[in-house]
């Protein structure tokens, strides 16, 4: 087997993507990197930044105990540089690169490496949570927390009742990674590599969590040997759906792979087509035509006729398939659509608004957007969204005043939630900005309806349940044809100013433009709900019946039979 050398990307992941990388070299050299991709890289790079002079400050007063390698000499310098430091007793060492092991085939750096015992202890810095708050405060009369934690400014890990623990695969086979090779240099912390421990400090950076590395290194080594193999083209590898599709450069390969032999991966996600290959299902026409029970392995939060729906909508382009006779959802006398604009983790710039008066002769329908284009992170970030929910609160007030119904709504509540209650953490004693148990009695309400839920209650959604999936059947274009969140990102850093370039106005028109077509998107959505979609989406039922023949299911809302969508199939490829 050829000589493979693996980083800690490596090791999670699609298995056909890695074949194709390691197949495709120059390829992988030569292209670049998606602008959603290139953003998340800078966020990491700046907050491992923002970390690393943290801790130098931390040190400041001891300049002896910490030491940085410079990022700007290549690899092998780094490397030489670690190992120097190492020999030297550092206690502390900074952006560590660790010598490549050519024989067993790892490659890999810590962000920091911390002197304990005879070795150092790695500890990586990630772009995501590692822990929530603890929602009871735990005391050892109880039970020890099974969490445990570091400070930044020392290596004393104890266990911590004020936190739980966000475990995360990728993270702990990276900390698993490094302690084999710094076993491998003579540089572990432990005698025993199965007692190693190692630390990730998260994008929070208010705590180093550790990990029992040891209990992972036994899963690592064969996830190691396997993805070596993968790589070394040794073991053949298939195209299938994961989730990473959505921003793998290989998705333009692959995608017409699984077209092709219509792979079932296409219409169930990767733990229900594990499952459904364990009965020997691996297209999508044998799960449109399946009559026997669920796999063993189905997972249980999913219905197994959902997927069985969703293979023959496939088959039959149904865009949307009814759960329910009649599709409902809780309307009002004033309503509210509410979208939330956020920028990453800093903060929540844009709190857009949509109050529709429908007890007015005309139905008086107005936009309001609440913004802050300080660039984020900011205090008048707080400013903004105290006159959004003072002027929210007030709407509600109103209509309760006159003897109305009131009803908010939003798509997919956990994002506007998150930044409704960090907003009243955060700028808790500012002029105008509510406390957290009020936001919490709101969002509990049933005055704050969540569209999404309420899309999933009503209708199986074949190509997924986001609002740029959904609201078309129900008629609704955006205007703005390269509309989402991803770009949108892109557009903030020009609006105010954070890339190279200087502030482009036309940007902010931009984002308020997107804002405002996503709030009316939401009300064009749940209105049809309630007064068309009974009429323009099929039943369930009715897709069911195509397992007893495609004639069976020739519905008034069926548009195409399984032959018409082949043919077209088979002409665009002949294109």
Known sequence: MPAVVLAPRDLAGCEHRLALDFEHPVLV??????PGVLRRKEAAASLRSAVGELLRGIHSDHPETFVAISPDADAAARARATLDACAAGARWIWNATLPV??????????ELLIAHGDGYVPVIVVN???????????????RAPSLVTSPLWVWAPNPDPYRTGRPNRRDALRL????????????????????AVGGVIGMDADCIVVHAVGRTLDDYGRVLERRKRIAAQAVPTVARRVGECRSCPWWGRCEPELVERRDVSLVASGNQWNALEDIGIQTIDQLAHYHGDAPD??????????AIVNAIAWLTDTALVRRVDEPTVVRADVEVDVDMESFGEHGAYLWGTLLTDNTEPDVMVRYRPF????PLPTTDEARSFAEFWSWLIGVREAAHGAGKTFAAYCYSEQAENRWLLASADRFAGSPGIPSRADVEAFIASPEWVDIYAAVGRNFICPNGKGLKRVAPVAGFAWRDVDAGGEASMEWYSAAVGLGPGPVDLTQRARLLEYNEDDVRATK???EWITDRAANDVPHERELLAFRAGPDAASG????????????????????
């Open 297 to 306: 392995r189905w997972p249980g939060n999913v219905r197994f006729d959902d």
């Open 556 to 575: 008034p809302h069926v548009a195409e039979s399984v032959e018409e969508r082949t043919a077209a199939q088979e002409g665009e490829r002949a294109e």
């Open 371 to 374: 913004v802050t284009w300080d």
């Open 524 to 526: 064009v959505l749940r």
């Open 29 to 34: 050299g030569d292209r670049r990197d998606a």
């Open 176 to 195: 698993a990674h490094l302690v084999a090779m710094l076993d491998e240099l003579g540089l572990g912390s432990t005698a025993d590599p199965q007692d």
């Open 128 to 142: 995501h949570r590692v822990t929530q708050a603890a929602k009871t405060i735990l005391s050892e009369e109880v």
């Open 101 to 110: 092991d050519l024989e067993a085939g790892r490659r890999g750096h810590a």
